[in-house]
């Protein structure tokens, strides 16, 4: 029988902004993660190598070697889930990156509860249940409750019906109250597809929801879009 420890998913940090990488690490331990700071690419690519991991996080400009190339490298012999993390926002980028064998990208800067979020979903993807972060049943925000077993949502106490994805994308917004949360990661974790500047699925999914939350009781202001970065539960 495994150990709690032993089901604790283990990090991999690459970053050699040591500043960053200690926030990183020190929030990733925070939620109970066990971390492995790694400043520079030729001794990331050694311990991603000669030990396992659950997840590596993975910045681009590296010391050393860049990671770009470390990922080419490890994905000759391993499979372990890589995010990367860069500057680097230009589109090409990003596209090299998923060529390459990466399965998530989060650019800088970024939200640090979006990244446990996009970790979170992640793990759940490739641990399943050995992940012992999972998502409660039942969530309750104020007057609004959630369940997830038969989809059910009501609010003050009356009923509101939701599709699948809306209620997906209700809880995932509740779940992290007064947080903004980004359209790309919305669009992964929700309609579990890479996001579209010119796809207007997520707007309007979040326009129903809205609207029956509001013929609900809620008032309009709770579920807010904030232009250029994405949606925020208040």
């Given at each position: 029988?495994?150990?709690?420890?032993?089901?604790?998913?283990?990090?991999?940090?690459?970053?050699?902004?040591?500043?960053?990488?200690?926030?990183?690490?020190?929030?990733?331990?925070?939620?109970?993660?066990?971390?492995?700071?790694?400043?520079?690419?030729?001794?990331?690519?050694?311990?991603?190598?000669?030990?396992?991991?659950?997840?590596?996080?993975?910045?681009?400009?590296?010391?050393?070697?860049?990671?770009?190339?470390?990922?080419?490298?490890?994905?000759?012999?391993?499979?372990?889930?890589?995010?990367?993390?860069?500057?680097?926002?230009?589109?090409?980028?990003?596209?090299?990156?998923?060529?390459?064998?990466?399965?998530?990208?989060?650019?800088?800067?970024?939200?640090?509860?979006?990244?446990?979020?996009?970790i979170e979903a992640?793990?759940?993807?490739?641990?399943?249940?050995?992940?012992?972060?999972?998502?409660?049943?039942?969530?309750?925000?104020?007057?609004?409750?959630?369940?997830?077993?038969?989809?059910?949502?009501?609010?003050?106490?009356?009923?509101?019906?939701?599709?699948?994805?809306?209620?997906?994308?209700?809880?995932?917004?509740?779940?992290?109250?007064?947080?903004?949360?980004?359209?790309?990661?919305?669009?992964?974790?929700?309609?579990?597809?890479?996001?579209?500047?010119?796809?207007?699925?997520?707007?309007?999914?979040?326009?129903r929801v809205r609207?029956?939350?509001?013929?609900?009781?809620?008032?309009?202001?709770?579920?807010?879009?904030?232009?250029g970065k994405g949606?925020?539960?208040?």
């Amino acid at each position: 029988m495994a150990t709690p420890e032993q089901n604790t998913p283990r990090i991999l940090v690459i970053e050699d902004d040591r500043t960053l990488n200690g926030q990183i690490t020190g929030l990733l331990e925070a939620q109970g993660y066990q971390t492995f700071p790694c400043f520079e690419g030729e001794g990331g690519l050694m311990s991603a190598l000669g030990q396992r991991f659950d997840l590596i996080l993975l910045d681009v400009l590296l010391p050393r070697l860049n990671g770009f190339e470390l990922l080419s490298r490890l994905r000759k012999t391993h499979q372990t889930p890589v995010m990367m993390l860069t500057a680097c926002g230009a589109e090409e980028e990003r596209i090299r990156g998923y060529r390459g064998g990466a399965d998530d990208y989060l650019p800088k800067p970024f939200n640090f509860t979006e990244l446990v979020l996009r970790i979170e979903a992640l793990l759940r993807r490739t641990r399943g249940a050995n992940d012992q972060r999972v998502d409660p049943d039942r969530l309750q925000v104020g007057e609004l409750a959630m369940e997830r077993p038969g989809v059910t949502v009501a609010f003050a106490g009356t009923p509101v019906t939701l599709t699948q994805i809306q209620f997906r994308l209700l809880w995932i917004l509740a779940r992290q109250q007064g947080e903004v949360l980004s359209k790309p990661y919305l669009y992964q974790v929700v309609l579990e597809r890479e996001f579209s500047r010119y796809d207007r699925s997520l707007d309007m999914h979040l326009s129903r929801v809205r609207r029956k939350l509001v013929e609900a009781g809620m008032a309009p202001d709770r579920l807010q879009t904030v232009h250029g970065k994405g949606y925020c539960f208040l």
